[in-house]
């Protein structure tokens, strides 16, 4: 189903950039810029894309900024990941915010995005181009939220893109939509394992009867379960029974994989891009090296191990754990805009990933994470005071399973006698609990059973000729792994992922995103 344009009709010269050539003069709609992703894909393209017409940011106001613009100066202006700009263009970065960017207050989950006729219209009209970084990223959200932030939220979408006169949509969605298939994947639609969606008379996933289901089972647990603490906790676990029913690991990437789909039936024959990055990390180069917000994935589990909260987590040691600087993202979006301006009319799929071009093996990366903050932790103080004692042990996970079972029913016992004399938990139960929930959340990605291929998107990178790959670089073949962990990754974390967390997330120690006070005290 991807398409492979013949970009020879837009051949680059040795200078000239396909990639600027292609956005000059052109609005791109942008979502999800008070997030990680978002806000890496937004400097960006103010840095290095000159020509760019402009960019409409759609925010939704919260609490403290009811405002869209209001949010972006507090939020989004003042976040670090400007501190580039600032310090060697701040004229230009200013002149950008005050000229050419607009913010928009609005709710993706609404029709029409919640805005007035007129406002609405107005918008349809003045853009050439969509971004959609939002979405929940908390891997156990609740069913219901989760299905209509990661999918239905796309019918508005598609709806926006044919009122701008069927303009391109760029859907940031995920590489593990593969659910549990196994094996090398690749950069098309991945089948459910479950074989429990049938497929229409066109070849697609027919997904809006399983929305239907899905949300009767929702709407049947709101009838019956009154209070919002054990609804909220139902709707949690529905989310994850499902998910594994039909053939994934969480809640977040079978709605990521649903709103793939919908974007696929609705953009039939029209202009659609997915980009599937990996676990995104910090950025590799720009706009510095290290740039990072707040604690995902992988980082969750060094966080828990750089305060002795873990030392034993289950893993696979020969698979191929998947990780992709945020900028490489960024950039894999950005030539994918460029592409869908170029040749509209078709449907791609491109993964932003290391698998293929730069395996990272799990027994590798380990020892060289951990390792670093064992033996450097006085680098990094707001990862760590006193510094892991033990070396992080990588365990098979039916070994781990059983092993954590008894340290866990020895540790209560003892626990008990404890809380009788010293009123407290020991900090060793404390730690097997820490590592029993964080096991439930990530173990999946540290045991992976498959290898993310990005052929389609290196070939696009190619396509674009040598002045964009080295002004958008893709290629996951440029990190230096042992460099990127012990130079960039780790120092990153500390100084930008554990200090530039405006935003609270809601369930922390459930979500690809975990404050620096839930690595302390996760609770049981
Ligand atoms: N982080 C990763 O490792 C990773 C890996 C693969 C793919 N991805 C994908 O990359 C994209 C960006 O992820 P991220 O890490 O940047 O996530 P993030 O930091 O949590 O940001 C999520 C963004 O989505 C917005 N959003 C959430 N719910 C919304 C709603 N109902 N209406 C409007 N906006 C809403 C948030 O806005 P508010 O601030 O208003 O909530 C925020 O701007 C997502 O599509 C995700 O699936 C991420």
Redesign the pocket.
Known sequence: MTAQPSQSQHQSSPEHSLTRAALAGKRILL????????KVILEKLIREVPDLGGLVL???G?RKYPCAKARFHAEVATSSVFDHLRETDPARLSAFLDNRLQCVGG???QHRFGLEDEAYEALAQSVDVII??????NFREALDTAI???AM?LHNLADFAEDAGQVPVIQ?????VNGYNRGNIAEKVSAPTSGLIPRDANGHFAVESTLVTLRHKCNDLKRRIQDPEALAEALTELGQHEAHRYGWGDT?TFT?WLGEQILLNRLKGKTLTIV??????SCLQGPKPGWI??V??TDAILLAYARGKVSLFPGRKAGVVDIIPADL?ANATILSVAEALLEPGHSRIYQSCSGTQNPLIVRDYVPTICGEVKDNWQKYPRLTRKGPRKNMKLVNKHLFVALIQVLRGVFTVTDRLRLRTAGNKSKTLEAVETTLKLTKIYSTYTSPTYVFSSDRLMALAARMGEVDKSLFPVDAALIDWKEYFTEIHVAGLNQYGLEDRK?PTPSPAET??VSEEVADTTPA
């Open positions: 979502t999800g810029t008070t997030g990680f992703l978002g759609l925010i939704r919260n709710e993706i989950t959609n970084s939002a979405a929940s990223v209509t932030i990661n939220c940031i969605s995920t590489c593990y977040y990521k599937r990055p990996s676990v995104i990390e917000e707040g995902k994935v993202v935003v690809t995103t």
